[in-house]
């Protein structure tokens, strides 16, 4: 299929926001200490539930069929869009479609096939080790559990989040700049820290959720709230947000920065 970077005027998932006027100071922190926890965890859960509406179609964009092909594309997807690694995962898995293919790979020829994905070098590295204590620690099999992922080389709480939410059904928060950005716009934390901002969101929102969330939450960033100009305009939690006003508030101008989903993944 053919993917287009055009923009559409009204994609399904816009929802005009809310008339109201913007947020005084909007480029600041607008985490409100003020608010109580319990005032926060209403907000939160009520643009939780609007963000499943927005985006029902919410889902991990790296293409995989197992736990293996997930773990290596999460870990080439660093500093990387996930459609520059579904470009590159079919022939890197043809080659080596498992842990034991892959740690006696050639370097040579795994970083050829990387180049693609940026920092290919440091990427090489990173999967070879993965592969080999994968085959070394663990008999081959990719591990089902935080402790035993967080071990492997170039595995982070991210990583290995993503990995237990969609290939293990294991709920996890994926914090990655998309949704650490849009945490912190909704008022839900102050936190820059990776570890202590899933702390903090897993307080809001129910463990149960915590997966299809992350899609969402990401989904969105990817879509609508931009990291250079929110389509505030257009966005549907508008009236729960305390950012509001950080980018166009004018509907129609706020339309044409939203993002179709085959454009979604170029930010």
């Not at 402790?147 to 990583?159: E, F, M, N, S, Y």
Request: net charge positive; glycine share 6%.
């Amino acid at each position: 299929m053919t993917h287009t970077l055009d923009r559409v005027s009204t994609p399904a998932y816009a929802r005009p926001a809310a008339r109201r006027a913007p947020a005084r100071r909007p480029a600041e922190v607008p985490f409100d200490p003020d608010e109580t926890p319990l005032a926060r965890t209403r907000r939160a859960r009520r643009m939780a539930r609007e963000l499943a509406v927005i985006h029902p179609d919410a889902h991990c964009e790296l293409d995989f069929t197992n736990a293996f092909e997930l773990l290596v594309a999460t870990v080439l997807s660093a500093q990387t869009t996930d459609k520059t690694v579904n470009r590159v995962t079919p022939a890197l898995f043809a080659k080596y479609p498992d842990p034991v293919a892959l740690a006696g790979a050639d370097r040579g020829d795994l970083e050829e096939i990387l180049k693609p994905t940026g920092f290919f070098r440091a990427k090489a590295t990173s999967v070879l080790g993965l592969a080999q204590a994968l085959v070394e620690r663990f008999d081959g099999e990719v591990p089902g559990r935080m402790a035993d992922l967080v071990t492997l080389p170039g595995v982070g709480r991210k990583t290995a989040n993503v990995v237990l939410g969609n290939a293990f059904d294991v709920p996890g928060l994926t914090v990655d700049t998309h949704f650490g950005r849009l945490v912190r716009r909704f008022g839900w934390t102050a936190e820059e820290d990776p570890v202590k901002v899933e702390a903090e969101i897993a307080e809001l929102v129910p463990k149960r959720d915590w997966t299809m969330f992350s899609h969402r939450v990401i989904f969105h960033g990817r879509r609508v709230c931009h990291a250079k100009k929110a389509a505030c305009g257009a966005c549907g939690l508008a009236r729960w947000c305390p950012s509001y006003g950080i980018g166009p508030t004018d509907p129609e101008v706020a339309l044409k920065l939203v993002k179709t989903p085959a454009a979604s993944d170029t930010e």
